[in-house]
């Protein structure tokens, strides 16, 4: 038995191994580029001024997202303890769990946080 995990580690390691020197072989092999190793690499032209003005309406929608993305994720756990738990309790927390989604969403809304101005 340790024998054989032993065996599946080294024979695992030998495989990274080989993948590791792979992949130094290719880094090895790229031309070094000037465009792709500026600090401005994602559109930005490097010869402007690099404090540009950032959208913050676009932020917020970002904050919100990840807000919501957050909540994905605790739901995500409670639909895996849904057969073992009771049956009344869950649906009270999962009820007012998604009232307080919607709650925040109207919120959001009501203080335009949703709204693009152009």
Do not use: Q
């Not at 649906?91 to 809304?109: A, D, G, K």
């Amino acid at each position: 038995m340790i024998m054989t995990n032993m065996i599946m580690m080294m024979f695992i390691m030998l495989i990274l191994s080989i993948l590791f020197m792979i992949m130094l072989l290719i880094n090895l092999k790229m031309k070094f580029n000037n465009n792709k190793s500026s600090p401005f690499e994602c559109g930005f032209d490097p010869f402007n001024k690099a404090r540009i003005p950032f959208s913050l309406n676009f932020y917020l929608i970002a904050i919100i997202f990840l807000i919501f993305d957050i909540e994905i994720s605790i739901i995500l756990p409670m639909i895996m303890n849904f057969k073992i738990s009771n049956m009344i309790y869950f649906n009270m927390m999962f009820m007012m769990f998604f009232m307080f989604m919607i709650m925040t969403i109207f919120y959001e809304w009501k203080f335009g946080s949703l709204n693009w101005k152009i």
